[in-house]
Structure formats: structure tokens, C-alpha cells
Nanobody, 118 residues
Framework: QVQLVESGGGLVQAGGSLRLSCAAS????????MGWYRQAPGKQRELVAR????????YADSVKGRFTISKDNAKNTVVYLQMNSLKPEDTAVYYC???????????WGQGTQVTVSS
């Protein structure tokens, strides 16, 4: 089993910044990817950003140029999401995701609320 602990959500005004953190622990053989998804009320969960094999980053079009995903250089099991120029439409519950080898198993954090006021 893998446990994911998230932190860093909160309330911020439009144009502001927040930084989310996610730490994975437990029985981790190998990580295929770690990343962040979000789910707004009444909407489906969507990919925000992820790091594949610790090196390749992908972003949703809606956050490109504003959000940056990175990993801790000392700990491959910790990822961050720096969110700048936040907009009210970024308001959602943000979930950390970890996909592990060998069976491409998905693990999810408990979610952290991000609220952007206009």
C-alpha cells in the first residue's frame, strides 16, 4: 500500500499563488508517475499536471504557463505544484496521484481544497 499526504491548499485572491506538496510513503516498488488532479463541484476530475518517470512533465492546457510541477531532488517520492496567477476557475479540490509499477496501480491522496476568490 502507498499513502499520500497532501498539504498547502487554502483561500487566495485571484492573481495570487499557492504551493501544494504531496509526499508518498509505504510499499513503493517504483513510481511511474506522480501528479495532481482536481475536481470542481459538478465537474469530473481532471488532470492538472504530472511528472512521468521523474523527468517528463505534462500540463493541462488551462494551467500551462501558470502552474509548475516539480519533484524533490533528494526524495523521488515528494512532488510540488506551484500555482501562480490563480483564477477563480482554478477553485477545486486538488488530489495527489501516484501510479506505481509493476501493475500501474493508482493511489490517491485525501484531497486539499483550493479556493480562489475574485
Amino acid at each position: 500500500q502507498v499513502q499520500l499526504v497532501e498539504s498547502g491548499g487554502g483561500l487566495v485572491q485571484a492573481g495570487g499563488s499557492l504551493r501544494l506538496s504531496c509526499a508518498a510513503s509505504g510499499s513503493i516498488f517504483s513510481i511511474n508517475s506522480m501528479g495532481w488532479y482536481r475536481q470542481a463541484p459538478g465537474k469530473q476530475r481532471e488532470l492538472v499536471a504530472r511528472i512521468i518517470k521523474g523527468a517528463i512533465t505534462t500540463y493541462a492546457d488551462s494551467v500551462k504557463g501558470r502552474f509548475t510541477i516539480s519533484k524533490d531532488n533528494a526524495k523521488n517520492t515528494v512532488v510540488y505544484l506551484q500555482m501562480n496567477s490563480l483564477k477563480p476557475e482554478d477553485t477545486a479540490v486538488y488530489y495527489c496521484n501516484c501510479n506505481t509499477a509493476p501493475r500501474f496501480t493508482n493511489y490517491w491522496g485525501q484531497g486539499t481544497q483550493v479556493t480562489v476568490s475574485s
